[in-house]
C-alpha cells in the first residue's frame, strides 16, 4: 500500500488516503485531482519520456522517407496503455460528455478506453461502406486525392458533447473531416485527443483554426 497526502490549493484542507498503485481521483467542488500512486523504487522517468520508450518507430514505411511511428508496442505494455488513457481522459474527468468518437482503426481501441474512463458512449467514425444502419458521410483530404467516412445518422444526438479520439495526428486530414462531420449532425466537438502529434506537418493547427482544442500527449519532429 501507499500513502497519498493530497493539500488543497487553499491548503483548508489535507486528505491522506492509503490505496494500491493505480488512478485515485478526489472531488472537491466539481474539480478532480488525479493522483497517480507509484509503488517500490520505480524509476523517476519523465511521462514525455516514458511514453515515447514505448512507441516503435519503423523507417521507410509505408514507403521511403517516412518514418512510421506505432504504437501497438505501447498498447502491448499495460502501464504505458493505462498512463496514456488515464492522461487523455485527466482534463474531462468530472465534465459533462455523452460521447467519445474514434477513428478508425485504432482511434477505436483509444476512443473505447477514453469512453469506458468518462463514463461516455462510443462512436465508431468509418471508412465508406463498413457501416450496416443509415449513415451520415464527410470528404476529407489525402495526401493524394480524397475519401470518405461516415458515421451512423443516429450515433451522436443534436448538442451532445463530444470527444474526438485517434492514435496520431499528422497532416489532420482525416481529423478534420470527423470533425466536420460531428458537427454536420449538431454535436458540440469538445476537443480533439492524441497519443502522438506530428507538428511539422500542421494538422493539429488546423483543428485549432476550427476552434476544436487539441490534447497530444507527446511529440515527434519531421514526418
Known sequence: MVTVIVRSVSDEAIQTCFLAPGLLRF??????????????NESAMTFDLDIKNTVRTIPDYPKPGIL???????????????????????????????????????????????????????????????????????????????DEMEMHVDAVQPGER?????????TGGTAEGAVKLLR????????????????DLGGAAKLRALDVPVRALIAFEGH
Open 184 to 199: 454536420q449532425i449538431g454535436a458540440t466537438v469538445v476537443a480533439a485527443c492524441f497519443i502522438i502529434d506530428l507538428p
Open 162 to 170: 463530444v470527444i474526438l479520439v485517434d492514435d496520431l495526428i499528422a
Open 27 to 40: 472531488a472537491r467542488n466539481d474539480e478532480f485531482l488525479a493522483v497517480t500512486a507509484k509503488q517500490g
Open 68 to 146: 512510421f511511428r506505432d504504437i501497438t508496442t505501447l498498447l502491448a505494455d499495460a502501464r504505458a496503455f493505462r498512463r496514456a488513457v488515464d492522461e487523455l481522459v485527466h482534463p474531462w474527468a468530472g465534465s459533462k460528455i455523452d460521447k467519445v468518437a474514434g477513428i478508425e482503426a485504432r482511434g477505436f481501441i483509444l476512443g473505447g478506453a477514453v469512453a469506458h474512463q468518462l463514463s461516455a458512449g462510443f462512436v465508431p467514425i468509418r471508412k465508406k461502406g463498413k457501416l450496416p444502419h443509415k449513415t451520415v458521410s464527410m470528404s476529407y483530404a489525402l495526401e493524394y486525392g480524397t
